[in-house]
Nanobody
């Protein structure tokens, strides 16, 4: 079992910034996929930004140029820097790590609320 602990959510005004962090209890250096998803009220969970198995990064179109995902293999953390936040970014943000045969795991979620 792998634990993912998220931090950094909160309330911010539109145009502001937040940084989310996710700490894994297992080394992330062997992870196939890792990154962030989000789920707004009444909507399906969607990809925000992930490192893929090939090492590339995929961003959801609406966050390109505003959000940056990063990882620190030494600390087993993955982070999401969110700038120029919009009201539509309001959601619960989830950390996700896929270790392949070992399994895939979700964090407990952290609330991000952007006010107008």
């Amino acid at each position: 079992q792998v634990a993912l602990v998220e931090s950094g959510g909160g309330l911010v005004q539109a145009g502001g910034s937040l940084r989310l962090s996710c700490a894994a209890s297992r080394s992330i250096s062997s992870a196939n996929v890792m990154g962030w998803y989000r789920q707004a009220p009444g909507k399906q969970r969607e990809l925000v930004a992930v490192f893929t198995w090939s090492g590339s990064i995929n961003y959801e179109d609406s966050v390109k140029g505003r959000f940056t995902v990063s990882r620190d293999n030494a600390k087993n953390t993955v982070s999401l820097q969110m700038n120029s936040l919009k009201v539509d970014d309001t959601a619960v943000y989830y950390c996700y790590v896929d270790y392949g045969p070992i399994g895939s795991y979700w964090g407990q979620g952290t609330q991000v609320t952007v006010s107008s």
